[in-house]
């Protein structure tokens, strides 16, 4: 899945908690998971959204550490 309405949010952008939480909405409404036994589309919107939101910390504390 790629979430590129989500992407595009960051770009040129300060990473800040905020976006990190807009951007993982985005990415839960531009997706179209589909359901199967395992789990349910609605489910899946959800859990993109807390993956983005644990991508994107995790990318911004990798970042500040190189930076300094």
Do not use: C, H, Q
Not at 10 to 15: A, L, S, V
Not at 24 to 35: D, G, H, N
Not at 38 to 53: H, N, Q, T
């Amino acid at each position: 899945i790629r979430a590129e309405k989500a992407e595009k949010m960051f770009e040129g952008e300060k990473i800040t908690d905020t976006l990190i939480e807009e951007a993982a909405k985005v990415a839960s409404e531009e997706t179209t998971p589909i359901p199967d036994i395992v789990a349910s589309a609605e489910y899946k919107k959800r859990v993109i959204g807390v993956y983005v939101k644990r991508a994107a910390k995790l990318a911004l504390t990798r970042a500040e550490k190189a930076a300094n």
